[in-house]
Structures are given as C-alpha cells and as structure tokens.
C-alpha cells in the first residue's frame, strides 16, 4: 500500500487512492488474475467450497473470465453458522493474528479471521474510504464505533491511523463525554452510526452545545440503512456533510464501499471486492443499473475467502462514470435489505420507507419505532414518530394536521393506512449502536 509521505501535501490527493482511478482493462486484469488465485485457495483449503463445486463439476481451472464467476456457488449468512467457529478458515491458525465476531444474539455468532496481510488489506481499503470522503492528514477523528468483536472500531481505527489523522478510540457511549472531546480535543470529524450521531446532536442541545460551533466538519457513517432524509437532517443540524459507508463482517468489515465528495453512491474498491447484482428470486445476474440484490466476492482475503456471498442488501450499480473521476463503479445507497422486509396485509413494506414518509414532514423529529401486532388474525402496524416540542406542546387541532399529513405521506409512499402514534420528544429508547426500528410483537 502507497502511503502518503510527511511531505506529501497534507490536503492533497492520498497515494493510497490510486487504484481508484485504474484504467478498466487493467482493472479486469487484477480482478481476474485475484479471482482465479483465491478460488484455488479456498478451493484446496475450504471442504464445504470444495463440495460445492464438485457437486457442479467445476474446478479452479474452470475459471477462464470475470464471466465465469456466475457459474460459483452463491454463500449464504448460515454457512459460516453451520461450519462454526474455524470451518471456512483457509489459513491454519499460526497464521491467523485476528479473529472477529457477530454478537450472536440470535444463534451462534459468525467468526472472521485475518492474516497479516488481510490486515493491511483493510487498513488500506478503510485509508481510500476516508480519502474519499475528503479526509487527510492532520483531521481529529473521534472514532465512536464500536471496539471489541464488532468490526466497526478497529477497521476505522486502523485506516485513519494509516492515513495519518489522529485518531481519538472513544467507541460506542458514554455520550456526554462524546461531547466533550468533541469540543475540547477540536475534532474535526467522526464516526459512528447515524442512529447515534442524532442522539449526539440531541444531547449536546441539552448541554447548551452546538455541533456548527465546533470544528467538526465530516461525518463518516454506516452499520444501518439511513435515508437521504435523515442525511439533510444531520447535515442541516450540524454543519457538516455526512458520508455513507458500506461493509460486512462476514466480507471484511467497514471498507468494501464508501460515498466521494459527490455523494452521489458509493465506490466498491472491486480491486478486492468483487460486485454483483442478482435476481433475488432466481439468483440470475442482473445487468449494470437493474436493481437487485448484491453479491460480493472477496478478491484478497487469504484467511477466509469468501466466494460470491449473498449480503440481501438490495441496490443496483450505477454504470455512469462519477464526476469525481475514479473508475471503480458505485452503487446506490442501501436503503433496505431483502430480509427487514415487512409483509403487512400482502403488501411489502421496509422501514426506510416509513422514515422517508416521516422525515419528509415538518413538526417530526428522526426518531420512531415500528411496533407490528397482530389482531383477530390481521396483521396490524403502528408507527410512533417524536414530533417536536412545538408540535406536542401545541393544541390538539394542530397534533391532529401533522398526524394527518404523516399518514398521507406514508400512504402514498407503502401504498396502505397505518396506525400512527405521536410521541413526546425524548420519549423513546435511544441506541448507542445500531437503531432497533421494528419491534414484532405478533407471536406475543
């Protein structure tokens, strides 16, 4: 990995981006030569790959063109919980310096291994990520994801550090002193979920804090779906531009794609992570530009290759060139996956959906849950949505005109009537980490 030089110019273009701007063919060059070369690793070392592939009659050498790649056997989240907790390792443990894992709290957790080299893969791929989103030598990053198993912490650590920003590993809570640092240490940009950056923002409020004042200027956010809605408001709110990132555990963790200064999709660094769009349904790959759900091969990773692995995160490529000028394709933001997919009354209904209907509203706040009940055998939704102190303070005539302009909102967008609760702001749980939008209370 190139990287930048002490005198390099600290706001200048990072050596580390150069592969963002490879020339196609040569690109096609290093994804096939790394296609080939880790499915004859996973291939002599992984049993259930090698099964798999058997059982189509294919072998490595099988593999003559980046085409050839929709001839593999798909990955799904339950093999790496099948073959729990080493069965899809491809490096023998004395070369293995790092092991993650899911928090499995539904089932067993899904574990991850890296090698040296995969290591310095995704501090790499996290460098070009922060590059991308403007950030260089000499920015303050408080890095508020979380440490520990979850993958979310040390990838950013580990990528800021390489791209020479001082690093503050606060992790996950503790938000009044989040706060502090903020203003005291003169960050000037930060990470975490954008479920908890808005409760940040809330909370600062109360401390008579305003995020615009300080020098905080990028916000760098992902491990949950957020919608374009929810970016303005954590924009307009504190003064920064708010960048979306992309990864998986079960891939590498954060680092697969990450927004430009354009923000208009997400860049795949697919000279170590392999895109595809699928027909959900058939598994049939789709065209550039045709939604559908992704599929990622892993192009580098040597202690567990990971082989066109169904992520059920939908979204489509953009196959127009990006005015930023780096060659490697984009996709949309992910706004759902197929699997937080509700079925209420026969018609499909995401979350990101709702929210999109709820934030297009003024009088409500970026905070709401979607509580599922089922009644005399019908399935029935109920969204609470905090409204501002204005709106609940206001008399009832005017809570009425905002709970009628958000159920039209939400009607046209999924299509039916659901019940809407407005709540006093504050009023419901706040999350360190990840948001739990819907609760399912149907098989209570």
């Not at 085409?67 to 899809?88: E, H, N, Q, S, V």
């Not at 650590?157 to 706060?179: C, K, M, W």
């Not at 060139?321 to 997919?341: E, H, K, L, N, V």
Request: aromatic fraction near 6%.
């Amino acid at each position: 990995m190139h990287n930048a030089l002490w005198n390099d110019d600290a706001g200048g273009f990072h050596p580390a981006s150069a592969p963002d701007f490879l020339p196609d063919k040569r690109l096609k060059e290093v994804q096939l030569r790394r296609l080939r070369a880790v499915i004859g690793r996973a291939y002599e070392h992984v049993e259930l790959f090698r099964t798999r592939m058997r059982e189509r009659k294919l072998t490595p050498e099988s593999i003559q063109g980046l085409a050839d790649i929709a001839r593999l056997p798909f990955m799904i989240k339950t093999d790496l919980r099948d073959t729990y907790p080493f069965g899809l390792f491809a490096s023998p443990m004395s070369d293995i310096v790092r092991l993650h894992a899911s928090s499995g709290t539904t089932g067993k957790p899904i574990v991850v291994a890296y090698t040296q080299e995969d290591l310095k893969v995704w501090a790499e791929v996290m460098t070009r990520t922060f590059a991308s989103c403007g950030l260089h030598r000499g920015d303050i990053l408080q890095n508020a994801f979380g440490y520990g198993l979850f993958t979310g912490g040390l990838g950013a650590h580990y990528g800021a550090e390489t791209l020479g920003a001082t690093v503050i590993p606060i992790s996950g809570g503790n938000t009044d002193r989040q706060i502090m640092v903020m203003r005291d240490f003169g960050v000037t940009a930060l990470c975490a979920t954008p479920s908890y950056f808005t409760y940040l923002i809330e909370r600062a409020a109360d401390l008579g804090a305003d995020l615009r004042d300080m020098p905080l200027k990028v916000g760098v956010f992902g491990a949950e779906p957020w919608s374009d809605a929810m970016r303005a408001r954590i924009e307009e709110a504190a003064g920064i531009k708010a960048y979306d990132i992309y990864g998986l555990s079960e891939i590498i963790g954060p680092g697969v794609a990450s927004e430009c200064e354009a923000q208009d999709g997400l860049h795949v660094f697919e000279d170590h992570f392999y895109p595809e769009i699928i027909d959900p349904e058939s598994g049939a790959v789709l065209p550039d530009g045709e939604e559908g759900e992704l599929v990622i091969t892993t192009l580098s990773k040597k202690a567990m290759p990971v082989i066109r692995y169904r992520t059920r995160d939908i979204t489509r490529i953009i196959p127009e060139p990006c005015s930023c000028g780096r060659s490697i394709r984009r996709i949309r933001r992910i706004g759902r996956r197929s699997d937080d997919m509700i079925i209420l009354r026969g018609v499909n209904v995401y979350p990101s959906q709702v929210e999109a209907a709820l934030l297009a509203v003024e009088g409500t706040l970026p905070h709401y849950q979607i509580i599922l009940t089922r009644e005399q055998g019908l399935d029935q939704m109920t969204v609470e949505v905090e409204v501002t102190p204005e709106v609940f303070s206001d008399e009832v005539r005017a809570m009425e005109e905002v709970r009628a302009r958000l159920g039209q909102a939400i009607e046209r967008i999924i299509g039916i009537r659901v019940t809407l609760r407005l709540v006093e702001p504050r009023s419901i749980e706040r999350s360190q980490g990840k948001a739990k939008r819907v609760i399912d209370r149907r098989g209570d």
